[in-house]
């Protein structure tokens, strides 16, 4: 099993370019998210789905998009890239939400936006 | 204030030095998570606790519910040990689907 899968590892864009982080994983998990790190603050929460066709908010979801049509693929898009979405940004999934069990990471996409 | 606050935000230590690391939480939760993020910058699940006592290895996380409290120990602590170790805890108020994160713990150990 290759875990939880992000590409790209690194990418710098221009203010007001889109793009896709992808994030793919292979255990079958019906539970995935996406979290921002910044310097200083702990991770937050992006988007969240509970399971295919299913997607909803997290704390910081302004310019973030999401769509979960697979149970494996849950691909983060940003719509107008932004300065203030320089950041770390990591998939994570686990079996289920509602249990409490061990959450998977991926490995980090670092977007830096100029 | 934060929900999650860990303590200390760096510490440096030699090897073969005993380690703890605190995370003190301020809400209910079904359970915590202790995580560590390699230089590198993946993250990787260590324990999971809701209550109790876990080891693995030479990590030791403990949790006291009724104090809102839990620690990371790492015994006989080596150079590969050096990482940040995040606290996360899964909260009651939030119907389980979010994790609330703390700002994390850098440990450098010295040969």
């Known amino acids: 099993n290759a875990g939880v899968t992000q590409t790209p590892k690194f990418q710098v864009l221009k203010t007001g370019q889109s793009m896709t982080l992808q994030c793919a994983q292979d255990?079958?998990?019906?539970?995935m998210s996406w979290y921002r790190q910044d310097p200083g603050m702990g991770l937050r929460l992006i988007h969240y789905?509970?399971?295919?066709?299913?997607?909803d908010q997290g704390e910081v979801p302004n310019g973030y998009n999401v769509s979960r049509s697979t149970t494996e693929d849950f691909p983060l898009r940003l719509l107008s890239a932004a300065p203030s979405q320089t950041s770390v940004y990591f998939c994570a999934s686990s079996p289920d939400s509602y249990y409490n069990t061990e959450a998977f990471f991926g490995q980090g996409t670092r977007l830096t936006v100029v | 204030k934060n929900e999650v606050e860990q303590s200390p935000q760096n510490l440096t230590a030699q090897e073969g030095e005993f380690i703890t690391i605190n995370c003190s939480y301020s809400?209910?939760?079904?359970?915590l998570h202790w995580l560590q993020q390699h230089p590198g910058g993946g993250i990787v699940s260590l324990f999971m606790?809701?209550?109790g006592k876990k080891k693995h290895g030479r990590l030791i996380a403990t949790i006291n519910i009724q104090e809102k409290h839990s620690s990371l120990h790492i015994t006989a602590s080596h150079p590969r040990d050096s990482a940040v170790y995040i606290c996360?805890?899964?909260?009651?108020?939030?119907?389980?689907?979010?994790?609330?994160f703390g700002t994390g713990t850098r440990l450098t150990i010295i040969p």
């Open positions: 809400v209910g939760i079904s359970a």
């Open positions: 996360a805890v899964r909260s009651t108020n939030f119907g389980n689907e979010k994790l609330t």
């Open positions: 606790l809701s209550s």
């Open positions: 789905s509970v399971g295919a066709g299913i997607t």
């Open positions: 255990m079958n998990h019906e539970y």
